[in-house]
């Protein structure tokens, strides 16, 4: 079984090599304007997990999960022959909330930003 470091060198090179296909390879109007957030490779190499975001949100998440499903067979031949491994793992493709999450507490926080910024001037009145 492989070590930690090398699992995590795997999944770094995964996920740098989706990320160049969906830009340059494929066409699917459905992988169109979405980034790959992390991969993780499981200790026997039979699972990768892919976990992805899109610019517009979860709205497009079921639309592109059946993008991922019809192209799997080729992502998966395609990074087999780009990654020399004994066995290719499958793919299993995850939707990623963190950006979306990340992006819902940033507005809160400047929200309260400005909440604060208005607050001293009201009590001067």
Request: charged residues 35%; aromatic residues 8%.
């Amino acid at each position: 079984m492989p070590d930690q470091v090398r699992l995590q060198r795997i999944a770094d090179r995964m996920q740098q090599e989706l990320s160049e296909m969906l830009i340059r390879e494929i066409s699917d109007p459905r992988l169109e304007n979405i980034f790959i957030t992390d991969v993780k490779v499981d200790r026997e190499l039979a699972f990768a997990d892919i976990y992805f975001s899109a610019v517009e949100g979860h709205d497009r998440a079921k639309e592109i999960l059946d993008g991922f499903k019809h192209a799997s067979g080729f992502l998966r031949k395609q990074l087999a022959s780009r990654i020399e491994l004994r066995t290719f793992p499958q793919l299993r493709f995850h939707w990623d909330p963190t950006p979306e999450r990340s992006d819902h507490i940033e507005r809160l926080l400047a929200s309260i930003r400005l909440e604060n910024r208005e607050k001293p001037d009201q009590n001067k009145k």
